[in-house]
């Protein structure tokens, strides 16, 4: 997965100074970091709504705009694949692969319901 999302970064990254009219990835750009960020959310509440639906077919769809509009926002702010590699290499040295940073405690009684699962979500560390 990581040479797909290598190769994302890299086209995407090249589209940056394309024709914002013929290049949806140039235009995103072109609308500056704002409009990244709102499309990121977009696309994660998209997927996130039709995992409450149960509908895994549009959440594989849903998940590859997540994933594209996540790569321009990385490029966007300069942060190259590698790097997010390497903090996931480290918290997996240091909490294990499915680990977590722990969250402080708010002191909100944070229940944390998965809508995915409707069961609780862990907070920190599994």
């Keep these: 997965m990581s040479d797909a999302i290598q190769r994302l970064y890299a086209?995407?990254?090249?589209e940056r100074g394309g024709n914002p009219k013929t290049s949806r990835t140039a235009k995103l750009?072109?609308?500056?970091r704002t409009k990244i960020a709102k499309k990121l959310i977009e696309e994660a509440s998209?997927?996130?709504l039709e995992c409450v639906a149960s509908n895994r077919d549009e959440v594989i769809h849903e998940s590859v705009d997540l994933l594209y509009n996540w790569i321009v926002l990385l490029s966007e702010m300069g942060i190259r694949p590698a790097e997010i590699w390497h903090e996931m290499e480290?918290?997996?040295a240091e909490y294990g692969?499915?680990?977590k940073l722990p969250k402080?405690?708010?002191g909100n009684g944070n229940g944390n319901d998965s809508p995915c699962t409707g069961k609780k979500k862990a907070v920190g560390r599994p």
């Design 11 to 14: 086209k995407v990254t090249l």
């Design 46 to 48: 998209e997927v996130s």
């Design 29 to 32: 750009f072109a609308d500056g």
């Design 104 to 106: 402080s405690d708010n």
């Design 97 to 99: 692969i499915a680990g």
């Design 90 to 92: 480290r918290r997996e």
